[in-house]
């Protein structure tokens, strides 16, 4: 046994030790009502000890939680489940004004005078998270920052390309080096003419880019009967299959079918998606167009013979300036904007542009459209 | 003072095909230079086994084979590994223009250039190269 005055000494100590302790401690009984809280724990809830002394613990806890505590005890008590009992976790803890906070939580078990009461200790660590919240707020603002200025570079590089033909070429017109030699002159007057005009797509497309991120893209949806669309789409972009040496061809399109989209931009859809096709097809092929009525709304399908895109490309095909990615490639001719602000435009319409694509069969892109609901807009007739 | 022959033999490695046109002409038909353009890596790298290019002018971005790759393949020529590779690129920002440096390159040319004095601006790279 020790003596009188060690028992004293080693209650002081202990006391000393709760009462200095950084963390809470909190004792509750196996009803779940506080026996004793120290300094700490007063500090971290905001509570006199008086106050909760007797209470249920669940008092210092939000909801859900607060109304599941006695639940978890009479669990643990019946049934042996533990849910936080020797085993830390973060929680959240609320305070007397009412604010919320995380925590974390140590809850232990012990046995005095045979009744079975719990111990947790509290850990408040609204500093912490809030640091680690300040710090994953700079590193996001410093990846926007990064594909900001990236993207910048890239439009640069992307506006600098045809003005480098264009400005040498008429630096060469101007500078009477080639008086003489109609065909050459003829040959600058050509790439700068061409490539004024690449950078008017370019300069388009960045537009297009600026108002889909921006939310400023105008949309005025109306029905339209969809064989026609199709029609439309293949014969505005024919002579783009010409200088490919590609032929469109519309296939199967139940005439009954109608969408509803901003037909502009839906065609616009469709020539980005013919002229890729064309480009990556072989020579004197053919691409099909066609729609049909699925479970959902209506699919259009553009399908080429070409070679299909290579597999390691594709998880980014729909990227910005995807042919002009940080690896120093591109693939010839294109923005490298067309099927990111395709997919924008028709996503914008609550469809969904996607694609299947193998070395044998070529690609198929979908561009599939849902029916809005049941009685007003339909983006099919049945 | 070294003593070296003058720059006659120009390589340029371009996927733009516009711009291999009017970069002939400022090389070749204003500068006076024998110019070789070549539409990709493996093609410019195929060239140089026939046409003993003393610089080479190097696009920067190019589809299957990029510039840097290139220029790799280059320094691992016995044949061309002291020769000077010029890159020519329309990324023109400072640290871009740093970094491609850093791989290896004698100097860097931003696009657009200046077709009347391009010439004139290869040969006074190669003379740097000459009395460095």
New interface residues.
């Given amino acids: 046994m020790p003596k009188p005055d060690a028992v004293t000494d080693l209650l002081n100590r202990s006391k000393a030790i709760l009462e200095t302790m950084v963390d809470g401690v909190i004792t509750i009984n196996n009803k779940g009502l506080i026996d004793t809280v120290n300094p700490a724990a007063e500090r971290i809830f905001g509570y006199q000890s008086r106050e909760l002394l007797g209470r249920n613990v669940s008092m210092l806890m939000p909801s859900p939680y607060r109304e599941e505590h006695d639940g978890y005890i009479h669990n643990y008590l019946t049934t042996g489940t533990k849910k936080v009992i020797d085993i830390g976790r973060e929680v959240r803890g609320q305070r007397k004004n009412g604010d919320i906070f995380p925590m974390e939580l140590a809850v232990s078990e012990m046995l005095i005078k045979g009744e079975r009461m719990f111990t947790g200790i509290v850990r408040d660590i609204s500093e912490r998270k809030d640091t680690e919240e300040k710090l994953r707020e700079a590193m996001r603002r410093v990846h926007e920052q990064r594909i900001k200025d990236e993207f910048i570079?890239t439009v640069?590089?992307?506006l600098?390309?045809?003005?480098?033909?264009?400005?040498?070429?008429l630096?060469?017109l101007k500078?009477g080096?080639?008086t003489n030699?109609p065909e050459?002159s003829g040959?600058?007057i050509d790439?700068a003419q061409?490539?004024s005009e690449r950078l008017l797509l370019l300069i388009n497309d960045i537009l297009d880019i600026s108002k889909i991120e921006s939310e400023k893209m105008q949309y005025r949806i109306t029905r339209i009967p969809l064989r026609s669309f199709l029609e439309t789409a293949i014969s505005d972009n024919r002579v783009y299959g010409d200088k490919y040496q590609v032929r469109y061809v519309l296939g199967e399109c139940p005439d009954h079918l109608t969408i509803d989209v901003d037909p502009d931009r839906m065609m616009q859809v469709m020539s980005n998606l013919l002229s890729n096709a064309a480009k990556f097809s072989p020579l004197n092929t053919e691409v099909y167009v066609s729609a049909e009525e699925t479970e959902h709304g209506v699919r259009i399908v553009v399908k080429d013979q070409g070679k299909g895109i290579p597999e390691e490309f594709q998880p980014h095909i729909f990227e910005k300036f995807t042919q002009?990615d940080s690896?120093?490639?591109?693939?010839?001719g294109g923005t490298g904007l067309g099927l990111h602000i395709s997919k924008a435009i028709v996503e914008h319409h609550e469809g969904e542009l996607s694609f299947n694509s193998s070395v044998k069969n070529g690609t198929e892109f979908y561009i599939d459209l849902r029916k809005k609901d049941r009685t007003g807009a339909y983006n099919v007739t049945p | 003072m070294s003593h070296h022959e003058s720059l006659e033999r120009v390589l340029y490695i371009e996927d733009e095909e516009d711009i291999r046109i009017v970069a002939d002409i400022a090389l070749k038909t204003i500068g006076g230079l024998d110019t070789r353009c070549c539409a990709s890596g493996p093609e410019g790298l195929a060239a140089l086994e026939t046409f003993p290019a003393q610089l080479i002018l190097l696009d920067v971005m190019m589809p299957g084979m990029d510039g840097p790759s290139v220029l790799s393949e280059i320094r691992n020529n016995e044949q061309y590994q002291n020769t000077p590779v010029v890159f020519i690129t329309a990324k023109v920002q400072a640290d871009e223009v740093d970094q491609l440096l850093s791989l290896g390159a004698n100097a860097v040319i931003s696009k657009p250039f200046e077709p009347m004095d391009m010439a004139q601006k290869l040969r006074d790279i190669w003379e740097d190269f000459h009395r460095a």
Avoid: F, G, V, W
Avoid at chain 1, 160 to 169: D, G, M, N, Y
């Fill in positions: 570079s640069s590089h992307e600098r390309t045809p003005l480098t033909s264009i400005k040498a070429s630096d060469i500078s080096a080639l030699d050459k040959t600058l790439i061409k490539n002009a690896s120093n490639q591109r693939a010839i």
